[in-house]
């Protein structure tokens, strides 16, 4: 394994992801605000949870990016569409186990089931995240596949290298 | 002229309010018993956007998230289609209302045979420390509706409409955490306190309540994240607390302890509810088409920002010493314009932008029937030269009283002037912006002359720098000039409002009110004279000028006069007399429309109006300065505010 490749690979892959899911909200395709989402689990402040949020969520995908290079390595394989089929399959993983887990896990998150309090105030994100927008799916697995595709492509090029 | 409390029927129809009969006749299209007068309406806001409610406790208009986005409730101007959501008894009961005082909390009691309820209803504020510790929504409003003694039923209707009343939105029930609708890329979510039954796109429920009982509502919007649903456990009724002490802090700081306290304060608030926060924008109205003719087309766009107010706005934000509010709008005024520097637009939308443009909703019946519904202003491609003179006007005040005109706003300034210079021979639509083209008119030509002699003051008192004093001063006497031979008809006795004719316009008043001319000189008593002959109608109130098809009374004109006669056209009893008589027209709860309809007192035109309300701050700022023998608009030329003993008979 190539730690100096990955570092760079997987560092350049999460920005983008984060971009990504950035732009797409911004461009009203989803309500997701994932840097907010992670922040909230700190503080209830805003602006501080977007902050916060992002930099747990660029060091997240930093690590997360290991389990891909750990993949290509131990397959043999290592190039773009096999990086992006990585990325729905981990898209897949947290739009449906990740956000079905949410309500539980977050100390902020509102539940359907046991409605909200003075704490636990945010809108939970349903199946697949669709409380957040109907597009939001397409948007995260869009931005993942382009991760693993990121990651594979600048990985590869290591290691033709 | 209003009661303050009356009577209506809340049963299976909107409220029959206090319509006279030849209201009924003027009204077309929809039958004028099912709507409420644009005087029964209040406003609740959060400088952000607002919301109207009416007398019989149904919110009816709503445009989220900002003043000029499309709206969620618009029975305002759709009776059927519109959206609304109301909390109305059930049956007949009496209805009055009030703002807690000194702030925007509209409270409405409902009175009937088996007891009294109140409906609180706001757009609650939040302080910076809030934030820290909870979470709360992007937009909101909260509504309370409290038992005070008996019990009475009320029936709750949430009737949301997507864009002016174009589709139903699709309610969805979820569990707990309360009702919810998408519209494109926002979320709102209902949340009740009282279980509501969705049938046909309309949550709805009867219910009881009872002494010492409460029901609470919080409707929130969310575009950019997940939604925050506030509980509505007791943090309901703190949120309540603090909006009401925030608005209040800010209404008792105005510093007005005149003969007309009240009516200034709520002048004041209603001014602050239409302003936009993130941007120091102030909006003309909160809202689209109310007509200025009930039953006809002249219904227009006032969610926009007009320049034509702005040295007014400024004059009253400094006078009553809000200076924060004073200092954005300004700021507002020379930065966001800078697009189209060193030419101005006529209205702006809340960032700078260009207004949209002009579409009517042909699928709406209009107010009352009155047609078209219109969004977007076609006069955003017209040329108005007034507003230069009334933006420099506005930082000449801003810089005479204290404040710091920056490199970048003289930049501005000079770029304005030196356009004035190049351009105020131009004939151009003016300030009522008619549709039937350019003529020279006398006010634009005033405002160049004001644009000129405010710049040269401000240079010589070195406030600014590197401004062509001498180009200026040359310029401002051609004008003068100009306005002394050709808008000066000696047949009349009186300035005209075109030159080289013989119209009158009200807005000549204003003369002085710039400085132009002496309040007691000869020219602009028999000026006086002749408006107060051709255009005063027999309750004493003026229009804006004569036209064929008859339009209400413009109340800020009428505003204008009383500053008239408070600089010394008139006595101060006067004034005062002037004043009393235009207060009566305002609604129950102190707000004005843009227009006064003279044979039945009652508003037209979009509501509340800022410019009304600014008119009757600085006719009240007047009478006050006089009274106490203060000077008077000190940004004028100083001969203009002498008055010789005989000119000031008080």
């Known amino acids: ?61 930093w690590i997360f990016s290991i389990f891909y290079v750990l993949v290509f390595e ?36 509102a539940s359907e089931q046991h409605g909200l309090n003075a704490t636990r105030q945010l809108e939970p994100p349903g199946f697949m995240a669709l409380n957040y927008g109907v597009r939001t799916p397409i948007s995260v697995f869009l931005a993942h596949a382009a991760f693993g595709a990121i990651l594979g492509s600048l990985y590869h090029l290591s290691h033709a290298a | 002229m209003q009661d303050n409390a009356s009577i209506y029927d809340c049963r299976d129809n909107p409220p029959v309010s206090r319509a006279t009969k030849m209201e009924q ?32 406790g149904s919110l009816d208009w709503l445009c989220w998230p900002r003043f000029d986005k499309p709206s969620i409730f618009a029975a305002l ?60 929504p992007d937009h909101e409003i909260l509504r309370k509706l409290t038992c005070g003694t008996g019990e009475l039923e009320f029936k709750i209707e949430f009737s949301p409409r997507e864009e002016y009343g174009r589709n139903k939105v699709r309610l969805l029930q979820c569990g707990k955490l309360g009702l919810r609708f998408v519209v494109g890329r926002g979320v709102y979510w209902l949340r ?73 304060v709520r002048s004041a608030l209603a001014l602050k509810l239409l302003s936009y926060a993130p941007s120091g924008a102030i909006i003309a109205a909160a809202t689209t088409s109310l007509p200025e003719q009930l039953g006809g087309s002249l219904n227009w766009d006032y969610r926009y920002c007009w320049l034509r107010d702005a040295s007014f706005t400024i004059r009253a934000l400094l006078e009553l010493d809000y200076w924060d509010e004073a200092e954005d709008f300004l700021e507002w005024l020379l930065h966001a314009t800078r697009l189209t520097q060193p030419k101005l637009r006529i209205l702006y939308s ?27 202003n076609a006069a955003r491609d017209q040329l108005q030269l007034d507003v ?25 300034l000079i770029g304005f002037g030196d356009y004035v210079v190049k351009n105020w021979d131009q004939p151009d639509e003016g300030i009522w912006e008619p549709r039937s083209g350019r003529q020279n008119h006398t006010h634009s030509r005033l405002l160049c002359w004001t644009a000129m002699d405010r710049l040269v003051r401000l240079a010589e008192r070195g406030l600014l720098q590197r401004a062509p004093i001498e180009e200026y001063k040359q310029v401002s006497n051609a004008i003068r000039h100009q306005i002394e031979q050709r808008a000066w008809n000696e047949q009349m006795q009186s300035y005209v409002s075109v030159l080289d004719s013989g119209e009158l316009d009200s807005s000549l008043l204003l003369l002085s009110w710039y400085g132009f001319e002496q309040v007691g000189s000869p020219r602009m008593r028999g ?70 309809d003279a044979n039945t007192g009652l508003a037209l035109g979009n509501f509340p109006q800022a410019f009304t309300h600014v008119g009757l701050i600085g006719a009240a700022l007047s009478i006050d300065q006089r009274e106490k023998g203060e000077r008077q608009l000190a940004h004028r030329p100083p001969t203009a505010t002498k008055h010789t003993p005989s000119e000031v008979s008080s």
């Open chain 1, 1 to 61: 394994m190539n730690w100096t490749s990955w570092m760079l690979s997987g560092f350049l892959a999460t920005l983008a992801l984060s971009t990504m899911l950035s732009a797409s909200q911004g461009f009203g395709l989803t309500r997701m605000n994932l840097p907010y989402l992670i922040g909230t689990f700190v503080t209830p402040q805003r602006e501080r949870a977007k902050v916060y949020g992002f930099v747990i969520h660029l060091v997240n995908g």
């Open chain 1, 74 to 109: 131990a397959r043999h394989m290592v190039n773009w569409w096999f990086g992006a089929l990585l990325g729905l399959a981990h898209a897949l993983m947290i739009l449906t186990v990740g956000m079905s887990l949410m309500p539980g896990l977050h100390p902020r998150m």
């Open chain 2, 25 to 56: 006749e003027n009204a077309t299209g929809s039958a004028a018993s099912d709507w409420p007068l644009i005087d029964d309406y209040g406003i609740i806001g959060d400088c952000r956007s607002a919301a109207l409610v009416a007398r019989d």
């Open chain 2, 77 to 136: 101007v759709d009776r059927e289609r519109g959206g609304h959501w109301r909390i109305s008894p059930v049956g007949p009961a009496s209805v009055k209302r009030n703002y807690v005082p000194d702030s925007n909390i509209l409270e409405t009691h409902f009175t009937n045979d088996s007891g009294n309820a109140i409906l609180t209803d706001l757009m609650p504020s939040s302080s910076r420390a809030s934030h820290e510790v909870i979470m709360l």
């Open chain 2, 192 to 264: 009740s306190s009282v279980d509501l039954k969705i049938t046909d796109g309309c949550a709805h429920a009867r219910v009881w309540i009872r002494a010492g009982e409460s029901l609470r509502f919080s409707f929130s919007y969310t575009e950019q994240a997940p939604a925050v649903l506030p509980p509505l456990d007791a943090s309901f009724d703190d949120r309540i607390d603090y909006s009401t002490k925030a608005w209040q802090k800010w209404g008792r700081h105005a510093v007005y302890d005149g003969e007309y306290r009240d009516t200034v």
């Open chain 2, 350 to 376: 809340l960032y700078g932008d260009k207004a949209p443009v002009e579409r009517e909703l042909e699928y709406l019946s209009g107010y009352r029937g009155s047609r078209p519904v219109r969004i977007g």
């Open chain 2, 388 to 412: 230069y003179g009334e933006v420099v006007d506005a930082a000449a005040q801003f810089a005479f009283h204290g404040g710091h005109l920056d490199r970048e706003m003289q930049k501005a």
């Open chain 2, 527 to 596: 000026t006086y004279s002749a408006i107060r002959q051709h255009l005063s109608t027999p309750e004493g109130l003026l229009v804006r000028y004569a036209r064929a098809d008859p339009e209400g009374t413009f109340a800020v004109c009428s505003f204008w006069e009383v500053e008239y006669l408070a600089m010394g056209g008139g006595s101060l009893d006067e004034a005062h007399q002037l004043f009393g008589q235009l207060v009566k027209y305002q609604n129950d709860l102190g707000l004005y429309g843009e227009e006064i």
